[in-house]
Each structure stands twice: as structure tokens, then as C-alpha cells.
T-cell receptor
Framework: DAGVIQSPRHEVTEMGQEVTLRCKPISGHDYLFWYRQTMMRGLELLIYFNNNVPIDDSGMPEDRFSAKMPNASFSTLKIQPSEPRDSAVYFC???????????????FGPGTRLTVL | AQTVTQSQPEMSVQEAETVTLSCTYDTSESDYYLFWYKQPPSRQMILVIRQEAYKQQNATENRFSVNFQKAAKSFSLKISDSQLGDAAMYFCAYKNYNAGGTSYGKLTFGQGTILTVHP
């Protein structure tokens, strides 16, 4: 089975530009998570979805960040406008439904390295 | 709030030797999960091993095993017969038990331990 797929793997943009990161969870998983990893703050949960519905977005740093999950196989994380302090590695992860597969285990994608100049 | 602490920023081991990475956590919950993830230079976060708090038996996955001490809130990872491919950053993580539905605790990570394997 394919794992979590993220695109792009690398993104370099200039301050003020809009950035869209994409994620395809593992088929059959109904939880989807977006994390950000920086040297200063480590791994932080930004938002997570269950059955395409946002459940907890308390980790989203500012209104410049937004996330959507229009269907079970696709999610986006958008930053508009981007700032240099948004430079980080952004991970998407998914988890199977309760009672199916290793409960509460999250499987991560390869990450997107974002650089905002 | 739960916290996870990895007190060893860096560790090193000789190839074929055994190394233990430490992790402690703080929680008031009785049911939870603990994980070790490996992050090699490729940045991919790879699940190494998983422990359910209600299970007294320590989890093992091939060369990887844990020492889970619930009362002490300690969860160490032992890597036996270390290989060059084990070199990576290792993260300990905690998650509350999922009661189902839309209630789902977040995964809390430690700061990570960089493991170097010497040939």
C-alpha cells in the first residue's frame, strides 16, 4: 500500500506569496494531521481532521494559515501571505479508524521543506 | 498538559553494540500510548515501536525493544546489534487513549535524540 503522499517535497518562495501544500492520506484512514517541524519548536500539531471535518485547529499559528480537506483522499495547507518565519518542514500524517489497524498510530508522509525568502 | 522529555540530545554507539535512548513523560491519564519514531536524514518520520499503557509486557520489534515503567513514567528504547542504518534522530511521543468518535488526543513529541553509529 502507498504511504502518505505529500507534494511538493521542496518549496522555495518569496515573502508575501501564497503557498499551498498538499497531502494524500493512506487509503481508508479517516484521521489526517498537519504538523510543522522547526529547530526552535520541534514538532507541532497544527490541525487535524476526522472524516474530512476539522476537529482541532488550535495549533494553527495565525489567520495566514488555513487547511481544508474536501474529500477523504486530499487535504491542503495554505499560507497566505507567507513570511520567512514560516520556513519549516511540514508533515502530513494519517491514522486508521478506531477498531481498524493499529489504533491511535499515526503514519507520516515524507514532508515538505518550505523556505520563504 | 502532557509533556515528553528526552534528556539525551545526542548518543553514539559502535556498530553491532547496544544502545538505550531515554524518555520520560508526564501525564495524569491512566490509558495512553507511547511511540518511538525515527527520523533519518531523509526527514521521513518512521514508526519504530508502539506501546499501549495498559499492557505490562514491553513491546519488541526485531532489534528494537522498550523498557516501559508506568509508575516511573519512563519509556526507554533499546537498539540491539546497532547498524549504520540506525543513525537518525529518534523521537519519543505520547498520545492519550482514543475514546472514539471525534475525540482524539494529539501526539506530543519529545525534543529528540540524535543517534550516531560508528563503524
Amino acid at each position: 500500500d502507498a504511504g502518505v503522499i505529500q507534494s511538493p517535497r521542496h518549496e522555495v518562495t518569496e515573502m508575501g506569496q501564497e503557498v499551498t501544500l498538499r497531502c494524500k492520506p493512506i487509503s481508508g484512514h479517516d484521521y489526517l494531521f498537519w504538523y510543522r517541524q522547526t529547530m526552535m519548536r520541534g514538532l507541532e500539531l497544527l490541525i487535524y481532521f476526522n472524516n474530512n471535518v476539522p476537529i482541532d485547529d488550535s495549533g494553527m499559528p495565525e489567520d495566514r494559515f488555513s487547511a481544508k480537506m474536501p474529500n477523504a483522499s486530499f487535504s491542503t495547507l495554505k499560507i497566505q501571505p507567507s513570511e520567512p518565519r514560516d520556513s519549516a518542514v511540514y508533515f502530513c500524517a494519517s491514522s486508521p479508524p478506531v477498531g481498524q489497524g493499529p489504533t491511535d498510530t499515526q503514519y507520516f508522509g515524507p514532508g515538505t521543506r518550505l523556505t520563504v525568502l | 498538559a502532557q509533556t515528553v522529555t528526552q534528556s539525551q540530545p545526542e548518543m553514539s554507539v559502535q556498530e553491532a553494540e547496544t544502545v538505550t535512548l531515554s524518555c520520560t513523560y508526564d501525564t495524569s491519564e491512566s490509558d495512553y500510548y507511547l511511540f518511538w519514531y525515527k527520523q533519518p536524514p531523509s526527514r521521513q518520520m518512521i514508526l519504530v515501536i508502539r506501546q499501549e499503557a495498559y499492557k505490562q509486557q514491553n513491546a519488541t520489534e526485531n532489534r528494537f525493544s522498550v523498557n516501559f515503567q508506568k509508575a516511573a513514567k519512563s519509556f526507554s528504547l533499546k537498539i540491539s546489534d546497532s547498524q549504520l542504518g540506525d543513525a537518525a534522530m529518534y523521537f519519543c511521543a505520547y498520545k492519550n487513549y482514543n475514546a472514539g468518535g471525534t475525540s482524539y488526543g494529539k501526539l506530543t513529541f519529545g525534543q529528540g535524540t540524535i543517534l550516531t553509529v560508528h563503524p
